[in-house]
């Protein structure tokens, strides 16, 4: 919840100009706000845990969607899976490595 109204708090601010940066932060700055509050809400209703098993890799999602329909939580999930991984494959390679050694 903090993190949504972080995030909320970030966006709004870069949408009423407020937030005094140069164009290419600011593009920069919406998509990684409007993903970090994507990414806060979903977490809210479901929760991802990686298993591993021998060779295989299952990831396991429990949370409050059981107590939504098949069909709403299968988009919930898909949404929350495009969240997660695209942040990994749209970041050139230069980009991860430098972000992997400050970490």
């Not at 164009?23 to 994507?38: C, D, E, F, N, Q």
Request: aromatic fraction near 8%.
């Amino acid at each position: 919840l903090i993190g949504a109204v972080v995030n909320l708090a970030v966006l709004l601010f870069l949408l009423n100009g407020r937030l005094r940066t140069k164009s290419t932060y600011r593009i920069a700055m919406l998509v990684s706000t409007t993903h970090s509050l994507g990414m806060s809400l979903l977490s809210g209703v479901t929760t991802l845990s990686h298993l591993f098993h021998g060779q295989n890799v299952m990831l396991v999602f429990f949370g409050l969607l059981t107590l939504l329909p098949p069909e709403v939580s299968d988009v919930i999930l898909v949404i929350l899976m495009i969240f997660v991984f695209a942040m990994w494959e749209l970041t050139p390679a230069s980009c991860l490595l430098q972000y992997l050694t400050l970490c």
